[in-house]
Antibody, heavy 114, light 112 residues
Framework: EVLLLESGGDLVQPGGSLRLSCAAS????????MSWVRQVPGKGLEWVSS??????YYADSMKGRFTVSRDDSKDTLYLQMNSLRAEDTAMYYC?????????WGQGTLVTVSS | DVVMTQSPLSLPVTLGQPASISCRSS???????????LNWFQQRPGQSPRRLIY???NRDSGVPDRFSGSGSDTDFTLQISRVEAEDVGVYYC?????????FGQGTKVEIK
């Protein structure tokens, strides 16, 4: 069974940093492109970032502030978020794939507020 | 960026009746490999999104056959042949052809 378990969400002040993690199981992690998608509470879905074999992609509003990485030896995906803004407040989902994303985690909530 | 436009944004449906959601893209979604990467997701209240359809018309395992996807190029449709109570939620289309990946605004399906 494919499982994606996010962690690391928290309340953080504007300008602060946070690192999200996604522990994957049930599939060969290293063989898949992985992505982060976020959702502001009560709003729609927004693609954040993806990573394949060393190649990374970002939405324009996250470039320079967010860094996606992965540790294939630990089957774990990461998202380092710096210079956080109030508008980054959202549920962050770990997702397998990027062209036809199939499995989603349960999400981890990031709240940016003073 | 490719803009994905869904309509309607709200869809009240009577149980047992059909429902249809349109998704239009601002650019063709045909990729250089010949595939069209248009996906549909269902998000039930309080849950993570779940993929229903990939590459326009391929239904995921476990998805009831009352769900079907169709379309081409820039014009796509998700159809529910007979709406059931468990179909309540928000439905999103998403394109996987162009960077950045983009989603439609979502269509909220509710029972009348």
């Amino acid at each position: 069974e494919v499982l994606l378990l996010e962690s690391g969400g928290d309340l953080v002040q504007p300008g602060g940093s946070l690192r999200l993690s996604c522990a994957a199981s049930g599939f060969t992690f290293s063989s898949y492109t992985m992505s982060w998608v976020r959702q502001v509470p009560g709003k729609g879905l927004e693609w954040v970032s993806s990573i394949s074999s060393g190649v990374t992609y970002y939405a324009d509003s996250m470039k320079g502030r967010f860094t996606v990485s992965r540790d294939d030896s630990k089957d774990t995906l990461y998202l380092q978020m710096n210079s956080l803004r109030a508008e980054d407040t959202a549920m962050y989902y770990c997702v397998r794939g990027v062209r036809t994303p199939d499995y989603w985690g349960q999400g981890t909530l990031v709240t940016v507020s003073s | 960026d490719v803009v994905m436009t869904q309509s309607p944004l709200s869809l009240p449906v009577t149980l047992g009746q059909p429902a249809s959601i349109s998704c239009r893209s601002s650019q063709s979604l045909v990729f250089s490999d010949g595939n069209t990467y248009l996906n549909w997701f269902q998000q039930r209240p309080g849950q993570s999104p779940r993929r229903l359809i990939y590459k326009v018309s391929n239904r995921d395992s476990g998805v009831p056959d009352r769900f079907s996807g169709s379309g081409s190029d820039t014009d796509f449709t998700l159809q529910i042949s007979r709406v059931e109570a468990e179909d309540v939620g928000v439905y999103y289309c998403m394109q996987g052809t162009h960077w950045p990946r983009t989603f439609g605004q979502g269509t909220k399906v509710e029972i009348k």
